[in-house]
């Protein structure tokens, strides 16, 4: 009897279906969505499906529309077997769970369903719940965007009144959909002020995507910044690529180290910020996104600017709030804050604790810091490593810098680390470079005798010529 009755009830619901099921902009609706979706024929068959349901699910169109839903639970993983069990029984479903890609979504189906409540469909909903927040376990996540994630936020965050300052200037601004350039020197934090400002681990919090843009050569910028079509003729892999913009859809972006971008890429960014619409690499369709951005630069900005290696239009676009994290030398107030936040973090856990001698804290307060916070934590942690509960004056260590000379490995005059006290003539820099080539074939070949053979020249000449004044 049941099946006579969804026979008859199959037959209603065609003629009863609603026109626009069939309408070919129906399909752009479904892109406008901010979640993966999926538009079903109530036998299961897929027949509309949104990019980033493909992108989710690791699949593209030509794999899913027209097929059957229940086809992919094998590939996609069993939650898309029990949205398909629940199409057969045509039940609402709410599920979260685990793709087999590892990814963690939530997924709804409802039911369409006309005025009579014949059903004609069913739409399929599918988002990760909180990718900014999964970041932060390492256990579950093996989304690529886990590094660029990075770090959670720093729970020994050092706050002073002017750092908490610049954070509630940030939050607001960037709520209000401004752009926000952060710059200072190396190391004076503000990855960890824009990760704040991001809101990035909160619950809930919409997505926040870090970018190294020092890791974006021109070669991989498009791939890696747009992302790459599933199944394009660019697409080694067959499933695409997420694309850093794309990732960030409905949250932030983080561009760090913004001013290691080439002027092509930069170029290429200030395009996408124009319109907020870019294509995927293999791909002629624009897509829309809604990010937010906060950049970061470091001090080079201004010369840079000034000599054309960094785009004015980008400058103007990041720079709509600009806030200048201070260095640590002299604020001795903002060295106590991090000193504090620093030690505590390194307590826990510690027996016996590490406390500070007088003489340890007029060090800390009288040190330049080139290396700003992160050389602070460097040298807390060099103290808890050799002192044992107090921190005495000879713990106190700054970071060794590694040298910057290269070992000789070729005559002086061409070594470029090294400038000559006075300009050598042309004469004296061959004939350095000669008597370079003789030392170093005579020490090869162990003689005098060997090494003219070796050079192909007169012994006497290579005697006359090694002996001649320096
Ligand atoms: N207010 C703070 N309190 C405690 N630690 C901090 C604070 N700000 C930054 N740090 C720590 O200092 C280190 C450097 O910070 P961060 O990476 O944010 O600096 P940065 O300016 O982005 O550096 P770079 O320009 O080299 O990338 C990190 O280990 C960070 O956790």
Redesign the pocket.
Same mark, same amino acid.
């Given at each position: 009897m049941k099946f006579y009755g969804n026979d008859i009830a199959n037959l209603a619901h065609r003629r009863l279906r609603p026109t626009f099921i069939d309408d070919p902009m129906f399909s752009t609706f479904l892109e406008a969505l901010p979640d993966g979706a999926a538009l079903l024929e109530t036998d299961g068959t897929i027949k509309l499906v949104n990019s980033k349901l493909e992108l989710l699910l690791n699949l593209n169109k030509g794999d899913l529309v027209g097929k059957e839903l229940a086809r992919h639970a094998k590939t996609a993983g069993p939650i898309i077997h029990k949205v398909s069990t629940a199409l057969q029984q045509l039940k609402r479903l709410e599920i979260s769970g685990a793709l087999n890609s590892q990814r963690q979504v939530a997924a709804s189906l409802s039911i369409l369903r006309t005025g009579d409540g014949g059903a004609y469909g069913a739409l399929l909903v599918m988002r990760e719940p909180n990718r900014a927040a999964r970041t932060a376990d390492a256990g579950l996540e093996r989304f690529r965007f886990q590094e660029e994630g990075g770090a959670p936020v720093?729970a020994?965050? !050092?706050?002073t009144p002017a750092?908490r300052a610049l954070s509630k200037q940030g939050t607001v601004a960037l709520e209000r959909g401004s752009a926000i350039l952060l710059s200072?020197?190396?190391?004076?934090?503000?990855?960890?002020?824009a990760r704040r400002i991001g809101k990035m681990n909160e619950p809930g919090a919409a997505p926040f995507v870090h970018v190294n843009c020092g890791m974006l050569g021109d070669a991989q910028f498009d791939a890696e910044m747009f992302g790459i079509e599933p199944g394009s003729t660019m697409d080694a892999s067959t499933r695409g690529k997420l694309g850093y913009i794309e990732a960030a859809d409905g949250g932030t972006l983080f561009l760090?180290?913004v001013t290691d971008l080439s002027l092509a890429c930069q170029m290429k960014l200030v395009a996408f910020f124009e319109a907020q619409t870019f294509n995927r690499v293999g791909s002629a369709q624009r897509r829309q996104v809604q990010v937010k951005v906060i950049a !970061?630069a470091?001090r080079t900005l201004p010369d840079m600017l000034a000599d054309g290696r960094f785009r004015e239009d980008l400058y103007y676009r990041l720079a709509v709030v600009s806030l200048i994290?201070p260095p640590l030398r002299g604020q001795s107030d903002l060295i106590r804050?991090?000193a504090e936040?620093?030690l505590q973090r390194i307590n826990y856990g510690r027996r016996p604790t590490l406390k500070l001698s007088e003489e340890f804290w007029e060090k800390l307060l009288g040190y330049d810091y080139p290396g700003?916070?992160?050389e602070l934590?460097n040298i807390l942690e060099h103290a808890a490593a050799c002192a044992d509960d107090l921190a005495m004056a000879e713990h106190f260590v700054t970071p060794i810098k590694p040298a910057t000379a290269s070992p000789k490995a070729g005559p002086a005059i061409l070594n470029t680390d090294e400038t000559p006290a006075t300009p050598a003539s042309f004469r004296d820099l061959v004939q350095e470079f000669e008597t370079w080539v003789l030392e170093k074939s005579i020490a090869e070949n162990g003689s005098k005798r060997s090494a003219a053979k070796a050079l192909g020249i007169d012994i006497a000449t290579l005697v006359r010529k090694t002996n001649r004044k320096r």
């Open positions: 720093t020994s965050y !050092a706050q750092l200072g020197e190396s190391g004076t934090g503000k990855t960890e002020l760090d180290h !970061a470091n994290l804050a991090v936040a620093q700003n916070i992160r934590s």
